[in-house]
């Protein structure tokens, strides 16, 4: 993995031009302001989650397709209201006691085949408008430059996500879990994996959706053109937990992205007191080491998330509650209560131990 610096790039071009198909995608995507602007300008003004503010070049194709598709939809739905209203306040009134006209059934009305045929026309007209946008999209997600890309691989488990970052040299590898950093303006390709049922990788306001299936390995590439904190989402279905299986991306600059990556790459700081030694003795000699995995110690168990740097991230439990002292003494002594159906069994753990222990995993930053 290079983390160097790379030039930056704005968010609607590649290469330092627009993709082919961007410019039609745009001007249909201006005429749709009126209708979908204020929908996409009412959320706060740093949205987490939102596929109508796109931060990456991918999810502004995605975004154009979208609002190109609502423009069309809408129009023929208008269409289709006024032409009703106009045929029903047209329609002659008649009482009860009046015979049916069945004049048309006489004599051709042409003017209707006339309207019912332009409007099939046009209905199939821009049916086909729609799939040539379709297309153009897809070609140009398809045409994103990974040179110099940002290579890692993504698992995902029940319920929780994990990220193995490539090594440039033997050793320098890192594994962290629910969280990913990415360099503004760079390309990230990662690989995605499932560990035990389908899973979906979803970043909208980066990219679409990626299925992981169990036994297949697929890819998706971005790039992020916009710093910011991004939330993603398992898409599909895995689970009691699905609804709880989050995860960030951070993008930022590059030089942030490398001092954090250097971070990643230290391994755990040594106990400075009785206490931490205690904490680190009970964890690496306890049921913890058979799970989790803390670079520089003896613990290295893969059934769940590396701790290396735990504490210095935001949310514990693929983002479900804050990385705070009290969240974590809860998530150990009752994993189960703060999110049911997790595997990580219960501490039986004396209060005495149990602090030593939330002492060490405290130095974990």
């Known amino acids: 993995m290079k ?72 129009l023929v739905f208008a269409a289709v209201l006024i032409a009703l209203l106009f045929a029903v306040a047209r329609a002659p009134r008649a009482s009860r006691d009046a015979s049916p006209d069945l004049g048309s059934l006489e004599r051709p009305e042409r003017r209707v085949g006339r309207v019912v045929s332009g409007a099939s026309i046009a209905s199939v007209v821009l049916l086909f408008g729609l799939l040539l946008a379709d297309i153009m999209t897809d070609r140009a997600l398809s045409r994103l430059p990974v040179a110099d890309a940002v290579h890692l691989e993504m698992t995902g488990h029940q319920w929780w996500w994990e990220a193995r970052y490539a090594d440039d040299t033997p050793g320098s590898g890192f594994a962290v879990a629910n969280e990913l950093h990415v360099p503004v303006g760079r390309p990230v390709v990662i690989s995605l994996k499932a560990d035990d049922v389908i899973h979906t990788f979803w970043v909208p306001n980066l990219h679409g959706k990626k299925d992981m299936i169990p036994g297949r390995e697929s890819t998706i590439e971005f790039r992020a053109d916009r710093a910011g904190t991004y939330r993603g989402q398992c898409a599909e279905f895995c689970g009691l937990e699905h609804a709880l299986m989050a995860f960030t991306v951070v993008a930022e600059r590059p030089a942030q992205y490398d001092a954090w990556v250097a971070r990643q790459r230290t391994p755990a700081p040594q106990p400075v007191d009785a206490l931490q030694a205690q904490g680190e003795r009970l964890f690496t000699t306890g049921n913890c080491a058979g799970c989790h995995t803390v670079r520089g110690t003896s613990a290295n168990g893969v059934l769940g998330p590396d701790l290396t740097h735990v504490m210095s991230r935001p949310m514990l439990a693929a983002e479900t509650f804050e990385n ?31 602090n030593a222990l939330i002492a060490w995993i405290r130095t974990l930053q």
Do not use: Y
């Not at 082919?20 to 302001?33: H, K, P, Q, T, Y």
């Not at 997790?342 to 004396?350: F, G, V």
């Open 3 to 74: 983390t160097g610096q790379a030039p930056q790039t704005d968010l609607q071009s590649v290469a330092g031009r627009p993709p082919r198909g961007a410019i039609a995608l745009r001007a249909a995507a201006a005429l749709a302001a009126a209708l979908s602007g204020g929908l996409a300008f009412a959320a706060p003004a740093a949205p987490a989650h939102d596929a109508l503010r796109p931060a990456g070049v991918q999810a502004a194709h995605i975004f154009s397709l979208w609002t190109v598709t609502l423009t069309v939809c809408s």
């Open 324 to 354: 705070t002292p009290a969240n974590l003494e809860s998530w150990i002594k009752a994993p189960g209560s703060m999110k049911p159906g997790t595997t990580m069994p219960a501490s039986q753990l004396s209060a005495q131990d149990l």
